[in-house]
């Protein structure tokens, strides 16, 4: 799982009252969309996690931190809006019917 990084982590929007990290399931769309966060004055780059980081770790401390994800978000829009908890529920079920497995 890709995302946007800067030198304290994974770079989370805030707007008003939310606030929303986006994540991508390829290198190339996250390099897409950060090549236009290049032009702000803080630098970010694009990095990744396993899945099973992503799942036991990211999105736990999202759901604390109560942040949204925008999946696979354009460079001109935005993508899924969908909370931690739903992708979460989404992940693991997917992994119990087993149509997805991590190895490892």
Sequence with gaps: VWGIVDEFGW???ETGDSASA????????AL??????RKSP????????SLEVF???????????DVMLDVMPGITGSGC???PHRLHD???GMIDAGEYRMDG
């Excluded at 986006?22 to 769309?29: D, K, V």
């Excluded at 897409?32 to 966060?37: D, F, L, N, P, R």
């Excluded at 803080?42 to 996690?49: G, L, P, S, W």
């Design 11 to 13: 770079v989370i929007s």
């Design 22 to 29: 986006r994540f991508w399931p390829y290198r190339n769309l």
């Design 32 to 37: 897409e969309s950060v090549s236009t966060e």
């Design 42 to 49: 803080q630098h970010v780059d694009v990095d990744a996690v």
């Design 55 to 65: 799942m036991d770790k990211l999105l736990r401390e999202m759901m604390d931190e």
């Design 81 to 83: 809006s969908i909370s």
């Design 90 to 92: 989404i992940l693991t």
